[in-house]
């Protein structure tokens, strides 16, 4: 499903959001990831930097930018 939303939105230059908790499927679709916590934006990497990102460097920003440790095993797992 990912694969075939990728191609539609490319092929048709669409705006989307997508929400997840799964931190690989954030790394590896779209060209912008944006990460809350608690209501408000704390992270927003793009271009190179997002291309580059790991699951562990993405924790550990999200870490420095929050001032406490991701805590959801099913997030960090997926």
């Not at 230059?13 to 799964?22: R, S």
């Amino acid at each position: 499903m990912l694969s075939l939303t990728d191609r539609i939105v490319n092929e048709n230059k669409l705006t989307t959001v997508m929400i997840t908790h799964n931190m690989k499927d954030a790394i590896a679709h779209g060209n912008r990831l944006i990460m809350m916590h608690e209501g408000r934006v704390i992270l927003d990497i793009s271009g190179e930097e997002k291309k580059k990102l790991t699951v562990d460097d993405l924790l550990a920003k999200f870490s420095v930018a929050s001032g406490c440790e991701f805590a959801n095993d099913r997030a960090m797992l997926s």
